[in-house]
């Protein structure tokens, strides 16, 4: 597995302006916030202090918009140094002025920044779209380049790739002569062609995105262009020889600059030479990523690790470093759910300051107000409203909670069906034997799909969907193990249609027809036949099971299955996603003394 670092970059705060009135305190004004941005990404004392003489110019002037614009600038300050509520509080308290729409602009752009920066992607997304409208009308460009490349970037980020690419291909046309912006913004927009699959569009803009990089001899920039081209050349058109170039090629640009963390680098490079078999190599190239490596691009350098030393048939080193990768991976699962946790403790304790703020907001003009009927219609409606929002509410909350707890019952079984203590036994009972007889390699595999399998269950137990590609591996996983458990005397295949991989489908819903072939299909019948096939139709997806068992005469699809002991959960399954997601699951059993088929049309669903 390889490291795909994301190169979307949120531009830094642009902001211009016409001023008017006193030329030279003007000039100075201008002077002051040029230097301040100078200094922003070098020395943030400077930065501040800078801003600091502008906001003293500018409120001798007692104009209101060069204030603003000073205070705008203070604000930026504040949002590098991190200090959001500051920053928050300077660009609140300018709303409330009557100001011109491209400083209107820039304050919803910088609070668009703040949003960001806390990973609130919907709202900031919604804050840019208001500041994009404002300098729109306002005509000033640079600041609306900016602009349409952080909706882009957000965009991306959320997985709303033609939207992200229809925001960065006008950055890329109206940034014509602004060819530092146009490059960044190439260099995301070849990243999006690349996760839409459109490569000959992802190749033309990375040539014309490294030509601008070396005019400019903008070298971070060109070694991220060269470290996806390399991943390119890799994955997708398998030309090692031209991967391992630009993979090496990114590693001497990034070493010339400031960040010495070259572990992706390093990473990508020995992941190259494992597709390649050239499993050594890979090693010392995995040994320079790994010391300052952490988080998830340590699990992917372990599994680099693993994959080499499976290559070369040290099972005992593939398998120390596969339980490394569990391990920082559970780590990982941990801390997420923690992030969690925090974000939503901080998103309440957010909103329960703005509640405040305009409860006292509300509270001040009640008391300016010298209408008293006026005052208590007021009052009179705002309990009402709370009054019949608190039983709007509890109404909601009680029927979430039932619906709640039906569907953690239904998961609950469905899960209980999923481990079938039998095959669970002979698992265990395989593992043992394969290690008892000292068989490395047969036990190293062994584990290895029991692990995907049981992972697979338990992290998607709770979910309603999952991809083809997921469920694809989970049951592939499940077939391999009981080839084992019937003494390799089945065979079994698996097949699916590579372009229905990303549609969603509901986890381990084939299982029990999978086993329901298994126990009362081949399991008294020799040379017994499995296959398991996804197929693409025009609007839905098919799955087809089919056995060459001694098969059942004269029965509906009900009395075909009326032997797993899993029918009912199934069938409640069913019932549950149509009537919840409105999925329609058609089931058509054809079985005879020749075997049975199981027919499962889907609909098709995705993110």
């Known amino acids: 597995m390889n490291f795909k670092r994301k190169i979307f970059t949120i531009l830094s705060f642009v902001f211009i302006t016409n001023l008017y009135g006193q030329e030279n305190d003007l000039n100075q004004i201008d002077n002051y916030i040029k230097i301040s941005k100078n200094y922003l990404l070098k020395d943030l004392d400077s930065a501040f202090i800078y801003s600091e003489r502008a906001l003293s110019l500018a409120t001798k002037t007692n104009l209101d918009t060069l204030i603003s614009k000073a205070l705008t600038q203070k604000s930026s300050v504040y949002i590098f140094k991190n200090d959001f509520s500051k920053a928050d509080s300077i660009l609140t308290s300018e709303l409330s002025k009557n100001l011109p729409p491209h400083i209107e602009g820039q304050i919803w752009h910088n609070l668009a920044t703040i949003s960001y920066k806390k990973r609130d992607l919907e709202k900031a997304l919604e804050l840019y779209i208001k500041a994009a409208t404002l300098t ?169 690790y693993k994959k080499a030393y499976t290559g070369l048939k040290d099972f005992k080193s593939a398998l120390y470093f596969s339980e490394l990768k569990e391990e920082i991976n559970d780590s990982l699962h941990a801390k997420k759910e923690k992030e969690k946790i925090t974000e939503i403790t901080a998103k309440y304790e957010s909103d ?94 062994y584990l290895s799909n029991y692990s995907k399998l049981m992972r697979s269950i338990f992290e998607n137990s709770s979910k309603d969907f999952i991809t083809i590609e997921e469920d694809f591996l989970a049951m592939k996983a499940y077939l391999h193990l009981q080839k084992s458990n019937f003494q390799n005397n089945v065979e079994f295949s698996i097949e699916t249609s590579n372009d229905i991989l990303d549609y969603l489908v509901p986890p381990m819903l084939i299982q029990p027809f999978i086993e329901n072939a298994l126990q009362h299909g081949i399991k008294t019948v020799e040379n017994g036949k499995i296959s398991v096939n996804y197929y693409n139709n025009i609007d839905s997806i098919r799955v087809i099971i089919s056995d060459n068992g001694k098969g059942m005469k004269n029965k509906t699809n009900n009395h075909l299955l009326e032997k797993h002991s899993s029918t009912e959960v199934i069938n409640e399954r069913i019932k549950n996603l149509q009537n919840t997601y409105n999925y329609k699951i058609q089931l058509d059993i054809q079985s005879n003394t020749n075997g049975t088929r199981v027919s499962l049309t889907l609909p098709k669903k995705s993110y």
């Open 136 to 304: 729109e009308e306002s005509k000033k460009q640079q600041l609306l380049l900016n602009t349409y490349s952080n909706i882009g970037v957000i965009n991306a980020q959320l997985k709303n790739h033609k939207k992200a690419e229809s925001y960065f291909e006008k950055v890329v046309i109206l940034a014509e002569n602004n060819e530092l912006l146009k490059l960044q913004v190439l260099s995301n927009l070849a990243n999006i062609y690349r996760e839409n699959q459109e490569y000959s569009k992802f190749k033309k803009t990375s040539l014309e995105a490294e030509n601008l990089a070396k005019k400019h001899n903008v070298d971070g920039i060109l070694g991220i262009i060269y470290s996806n081209l390399s991943l390119y050349y890799s994955d997708i058109e398998t030309n090692y020889a031209k991967g391992l170039y630009y993979g090496k090629l990114s590693l001497e640009l990034k070493k010339k600059t400031t960040n010495k963390n070259l572990s992706f680098t390093y990473n990508n490079i020995a992941h190259t030479y494992i597709l390649k078999k050239d499993y050594r190599e890979a090693i010392q190239y995995l040994d320079s990523a790994l010391p300052k490596s952490n988080g998830i691009l340590k699990s992917y350098i372990y599994n680099n």
């Open 352 to 445: 329960k300051k703005e509640q405040q703020i305009n409860l006292l907001n509300a509270k001040s003009e009640l008391q300016s107000s010298k209408i008293k009927n006026q005052t208590n219609l007021l009052f009179g409606g705002i309990i009402t409203f709370f009054l019949l929002g608190t039983l709007l509410f509890l109404w909601f909350k009680n029927q979430k909670t039932k619906q709640s707890l039906q569907k953690a019952s239904l998961q609950n079984k469905l899960l209980q069906t999923q481990l079938n203590p039998h095959f669970l036994f002979h698992s265990l009972n395989n593992i043992q034997t394969f290690i008892y007889n000292n068989e490395n390699k047969a036990s190293l595999d």
